[in-house]
Each structure stands twice: as C-alpha cells, then as structure tokens.
C-alpha cells in the first residue's frame, strides 16, 4: 500500500474561550440588567399605623389616589405593643417626592355624617387606603394614618381663614360656611388657644370664593335661630336646616369699605361674631372710658348692656360693682361704661385739646347719665346720656383711673318715688273726716229728696205740665186750620201784586208811559226856564215881540 495514500492530522490551535460558556454569560448580563431594572422601577415602601385593619387585606387591599390605583398593602402587622396595626405598602414610584411629612392616608368605609354621606363605591369594591400626597416638608416614610378622611384635600384650591370664638358653640368639623346662603366653604378643625380663654376654628373657602375674603371681611354664626325683640317688633332670622343642625358661619364685607385698604395685609385671625348685626356694625379704633355712680336699684342692667347718648348706641357697659360705705352704712353702684367718641361727628375745626375739654363743658350744661328700661318684656336696662335742660351746673370728678360722669335718678327710680310723695299726701288727708262729712252730705240730700214740700211741689209742676199740654193741643185743633187759610190767602195776594208789578202787565206799561210823559214836560219846562232866563223880557213883550 502506497504510504502517499495516507491522510495525515493537522493539529490547529483553538482559543480558550469557548462558546459554551457564552450562553451562561449572555444570561448573567440579563438577570444584572432585570435587576437593575426592577430595582429602579420599585416604588417607595411605606409603613402606615392604623388603630384597626378593618376592611384591609394584605395582597388584595389597593392604595388609590383620586380614585386611580397607585400602590398596594403588601403586609399588615401588629405594633409590639398590640395597640395598633401596622401596614406596609408599597407606592408607584412617581410618587416618592410627594411622602413628606403633610401627607395623609385613610381608610376610604361607607360613612354616614351630618354633613353628608361619603364612600358608598366600597360597599361593591371593597375598602381601599385613600392617599391625599404633600408636595412640601421632610420626606417620611412612616405615617399614621387619620380616623376619619379629611375635609380639605391638597390639591383643592381656596384659602384657610382662622376665627377667634369665645366658646366653640355648635360648631363642629365639616359645619358649612355661607356668602348670601350660599355654600362656599366648610370647618376643618379648632384647638383652645394657648391660654384657654378662647377657641381657633379653622375654615376652608373653597376657589373661586376664596377672593371675596379681604383684611375687611366679617364672619359671624348663623346656628340656631336668631330671635330679637325691639320697639319695631320681632325679628325673627332662620338660618339652613343643616346650619341649625351642625351650626354654621356666613360673611360679607361691608358696603361701607375705605378703597385705600383693598391692600392691607390679612389678618392672621378675624373675629367671629355673635351676629350679623353685631358683625357689620361699624367698629371705631378709639375707646374712652368713665365711670358712673347711682345710688338706686340698677335690677336689669347687665354687663354688655347698651350705652346711647340722643337714643344712638355709642358704647356699652364693661362692669357692675355692689359697693358699701363702711362709715354711712350707704350703697351705691359703680357701673363702668366704654363709648366709642368717633360715632359722634364734630362739626367745624377742634383742636386735640378742645375736644377732651368737651366733656367736662357738655357735664356744666346738663350732660347727666340715667338708667332707663330697655325691654318692657324681659325688663333689661341701659344707660341713657343726655342732656337736661333744667338741670344745675355739674363737673366732672376722679375716682381712681376713672373719670366720673354725674348721674341722676332713674325712670323707674324717678316714677317710684313720685308715687311714694302722692301716697305719703295721700296718708296725710283726713281720709275719715271726709268720709264722715261725705255720709252727713249725702243724709241731707236724701231728707231734702224725700221731705213732703218737695214732692207737692213736683205735684203741682206736673199739674201745670199737663194744663199746659191741653193748651197746646187746643193750640193746634183750632188756631193751626185759621193760620193755613190766612198763609194761602196771603199767598195768593202776593202772586197778584207780583202780575200787577210785572214788566208785561197793562199798570206797568202805563206807568212807563206816564213816567216818559213827565220827563219830556220836565224837559221842556227846563228848556223854558233857560229861555226866560237869557230873555226875562219877554214875560212882558213876549217871545213873538222880541226884535
């Protein structure tokens, strides 16, 4: 066998990487690759501690924010404690800058409230954790979730305003506020203040709504039913059912609003008022203060009662003090009035010193204070300044800070001690000697009524009627027919004097005739006077001779 014929083996050298080992490779790189992915795509974890997991599943329970599902429960534990449950979810990871610490979650049951009826959709879906995110603060990753959702959400825009209330009242979260009764806004919570004489509600107006609070606004309460009794009648106001329910605030900003404060700073907290008319009663800065001094009874004068001066409010009463003199055993009663000096407009130029000296000259004219009856009903009282006409010279004086404004005596003091004078002159009448003369008089009279020449004589005067009565009724059978024939006659002569006198009848004609027959003779006899006066000749020679 031919040795040519033989193959022969070519040894080449392979590499040392082999393509086997590039399929385990190619699946590390996408397992690091998944990893990193899934690692950047996980959203935040976060810890939420609720009092009850009631309605909360782990793996089944969603986190939802507007109604869009953007996490879910993963686990739900007990705290060491046993107090509290804790729950971990986990959120999209959009949502990692928005869990600081202003972010809220609550459990979103079915609830039925005063202010309305909210998450009926869980009755089919189930419960869900509800997320409201904050997009300011620290970041946080354990939260405690609130009892109850709250009524103001982040997103939703409008204005937070802080009411100062001497008492909570009827208020609670979620009681409606009002502008012209329509619903605007709604409380959404209050604490005491610091020192715990005064209560914070916080309310929320809704947008666009939010712009018609300015620095000038007025809030007052508008729960219940406001009743007022006055000399123009009752006023009676109604507030909403749901206002009288859960109580309720309104505002407004008065008509009257100086346009250069459009731009002043809000107040950090307004006033809440009792009422609209105590709400948009027009407030001065400047307050005085004086003391009054009445010696009489003040039953019914209570501390807030009003101070008028000419019947306008221009104050009220700040304190009622009980004070005995040690030494003449004497009462009196200090009332401490504040009045606003701005309600009353001064006409012309007055200097700063003028006007303090205003008082003291109104006092030496009469200015005097008195208590008067405010409510014929409820017999409340108030101070009345004016005044008097009559009355002696007054000053003022000082009692401690205050300066004191002379008083005079009551209405109803005044009217008391009247009729203690007329009861006293009263008293002082001989009440039984008159009564004594009075029986004597009234004896006399009866003897007089009932003696015998008095009733002869009305015998006699009823004798005298009755002839009197039969003359006249003889008066009238005959005398009456003779004065009817004598009246017609007469009649009827005056109705031909008449015909003879008319302008038709023959006499008048005749006499008109004789009358102008006269006058021509008067006429010529007057003619004839005149010639023989320019001729007397000629009754001698006569008229024909006369050359």
Request: hydrophobic share 40%; charged share 20%.
């Amino acid at each position: 066998m031919d040795s040519d014929l033989i193959p022969e083996a070519r040894v080449k050298s392979r590499s040392r990487l082999s393509l086997v080992w590039l399929i385990p490779l190619i699946a590390l790189i996408i397992g690091i690759w998944l990893a990193i992915k899934t690692w950047n795509e996980q959203g935040p974890v976060v810890t939420i501690e609720f009092k009850s997991a009631a309605g909360l599943v782990a793996g089944q329970t969603r986190i939802k924010f507007k109604d869009v599902e953007v996490g879910q429960v993963k686990t739900v534990n007990f705290s060491d404690d046993l107090k509290t449950v804790i729950v971990s979810a986990e959120l999209q990871r959009t949502f990692a800058e928005f869990l600081t610490e202003h972010t809220r979650f609550w459990v979103e049951r079915p609830r039925v409230t005063l202010s309305g009826i909210s998450g009926l959709d869980t009755l089919v879906s189930g419960a869900y954790i509800a997320l409201d995110p904050g997009e300011e603060g620290r970041a946080r990753r354990h939260f405690t979730g609130l009892e109850q959702p709250p009524l103001i959400k982040t997103a939703e825009a409008g204005r937070r305003v802080r009411l100062h209330a001497p008492t909570l009242g009827s208020f609670n979260i979620g009681s409606p506020v009002y502008y012209r009764r329509i619903q605007v806004g709604q409380v959404v919570g209050y604490h005491l203040e610091p020192d715990g004489k005064a209560v914070i509600i916080e309310a929320f107006i809704n947008a666009p709504h939010d712009a018609l609070v300015t620095p000038d606004t007025r809030f007052w309460n508008v729960s219940g039913v406001d009743i007022s009794l006055s000399t123009a009648g009752v006023q009676l106001d109604t507030p909403s059912l749901l206002a009288m329910l859960i109580g309720g605030i309104a505002f407004s900003t008065p008509d009257t609003i100086d346009s250069g404060q459009d731009h002043a700073p809000y107040p950090d907290v307004f006033p809440l008022y009792r009422n609209r008319e105590a709400a948009l009663a027009k407030t001065y800065a400047r307050k005085e203060r004086y003391l009054l001094i009445f010696e009489g009874a003040a039953r019914g004068l209570a501390s807030g009662a009003p101070v008028r001066l000419k019947g306008i409010d221009i104050g009220r009463v700040l304190d009622i003090q009980l004070q005995l003199d040690a030494e003449t055993l004497a009462f009196r009663i200090p009332v401490l009035i504040e009045v606003e000096p701005e309600r009353v407009t001064l006409r012309g130029s007055v200097s700063a010193t003028e006007r303090q000296q205003l008082v003291g000259r109104l006092v030496k004219n009469g200015l005097r204070a008195q208590l008067k009856l405010d409510s014929v009903v409820s017999g409340a009282l108030y101070v009345d300044l004016d005044v008097e006409a009559n009355a002696p010279p007054g000053e003022l004086s000082q009692y401690g800070e205050y300066t004191v404004i002379p008083t005079r005596a009551g209405s109803l003091e005044a009217m008391t001690t009247q009729l203690a004078n007329v009861l006293a002159k009263l008293d002082a009448l001989p009440i039984e000697k008159i009564g004594r003369d009075l029986s004597q008089a009234a004896a006399g009279v009866n003897g007089l009524i009932n003696a015998p020449e008095l009733q002869s004589a009305l015998d006699e005067f009823a004798t005298t009627l009755a002839q009197v009565r039969a003359t006249t009724t003889q008066f009238n059978q005959t005398l009456t027919p003779e004065l009817g024939n004598m009246l017609r006659e007469s009649t009827a002569t005056l109705e031909r004097a008449r015909a003879l006198l008319s302008d038709r009848s023959p006499l008048y004609v005749e006499t008109q005739r004789t009358l102008q027959e006269v006058g021509q003779a008067a006429r010529s006899l007057r003619q004839l006077a005149d010639y023989l006066e320019r001729h007397p000749e000629a009754l001698l020679q006569g008229k024909g001779n006369r050359r």
